[in-house]
């Protein structure tokens, strides 16, 4: 057998998943046989005891748990504003008794104020339409730094392409004939 070093990852990976897989099969086992020591017991527990008795075990444990009794609840709605609502969120109460108090908690006053941070809760669906005049004077107000900072940017691009213009322009500019000969080379071949 190869050792760790010699094994590399996916040996050491593949041993790793069959002992796990080897641990899981023992613990199933274990529990199937705890199962079935536990259904032997309750058999031969059943055997032993009449049908018309019941063992102290069952009578204990129906009277540790009592049947969940909603004592006399008020209707929800017609709690005053600021009253309690402690009695509908115990654990005896029916869950939609308790979300109807919910429901008529949220709609008192004090929880249900709309502060003005809640943009997602009004309706921006009917807006009204705005006139030529005023879709003007909307747009100068949002666009002014847009248009100053681009006329200043323009202004500023126009100076630099004068200066640099100017920079790159000979002072005596030399008239050159179209052709690219000078006038005495001119002369020359007409005389030859």
Avoid: C
Avoid at 48 to 58: H, N, V
């Amino acid at each position: 057998m190869m050792t760790d070093s010699t094994q590399g990852f996916l040996g050491r990976w593949q041993a790793r998943r069959e002992a796990v897989a080897a641990e899981e099969a023992t613990e199933l086992q274990n529990e199937l046989i705890a199962r079935e020591q536990a259904d032997e017991a309750a058999a031969t527990l059943a055997q032993e005891i009449p049908a018309g008795e019941t063992s102290a075990e069952e009578t204990a444990a129906a009277e540790a748990e009592p049947e969940p009794v909603a004592e006399s609840l008020p209707d929800p709605d017609s709690i005053e504003v600021g009253g309690s609502f402690a009695r509908f969120m115990s654990n005896d109460v029916d869950p939609l008794t308790r979300t109807a108090a919910l429901r008529a908690l949220w709609k008192q006053p004090q929880y249900n104020h709309i502060d003005g941070l809640i943009e997602y809760a009004l309706d921006y669906s009917n807006q009204p339409k705005l006139s030529a005049d005023a879709s003007l004077e909307l747009a100068k107000k949002v666009f002014r730094h847009v248009v100053e900072s681009a006329t200043e940017e323009v202004e500023t691009e126009v100076t630099a392409v004068a200066v640099a213009s100017e920079d790159n322009l000979p002072e005596v500019i030399e008239e050159v004939p179209q052709n690219g000969q000078s006038e005495g080379e001119q002369a020359q071949d007409l005389i030859a």
